[in-house]
Nanobody, 125 residues
Framework: QVQLVESGGGLVQAGGSLRLSCAAS????????MAWFRQTPGKEREFVAA????????SYADSVKGRFTISRDYAKNTMYLQMNSLKPEDTAIYYC??????????????????WGQGTQVTVSS
């Protein structure tokens, strides 16, 4: 089992920045990929960014490329999402997720095994 705890959400004006953190604990040796997803009411969970855990190989949704950066601190078992130039349409609950299986960097939420509780990001216009 892997436990994930997100932090860093909040309210920010359009054009501002936020950094989300996701701290992992438990069987972290089993982590192969870590990712960020987001969800708004009535919509499906949407892929934001992901990376292989042991080798930095970032992948981004087109909607956040050039604005968001995923990173991780391997020693601290923590993943980050630096979000710049935020837009009102980035407003959502952001979740971190872990996948233990192998393969290409997955963007489907059903391919991830563990999830955090989510953190709210609200961007005002």
């Amino acid at each position: 089992q892997v436990q994930l705890v997100e932090s860093g959400g909040g309210l920010v004006q359009a054009g501002g920045s936020l950094r989300l953190s996701c701290a992992a604990s438990g069987h972290t040796f089993s982590m192969n990929y870590m990712a960020w997803f987001r969800q708004t009411p009535g919509k499906e969970r949407e892929f934001v960014a992901a990376t292989k855990w042991r080798v930095y190989m970032p992948s981004y949704a087109d909607s956040v490329k050039g604005r968001f950066t995923i990173s991780r601190d391997y020693a601290k078992n923590t993943m980050y999402l630096q979000m710049n130039s935020l837009k009102p349409e980035d407003t959502a609950i952001y979740y971190c997720a872990v996948r233990s299986g192998s393969g290409n960097v997955p963007s489907r939420p059903d391919l991830y095994d563990y999830w955090g509780q989510g953190t709210q990001v609200t961007v005002s216009s």
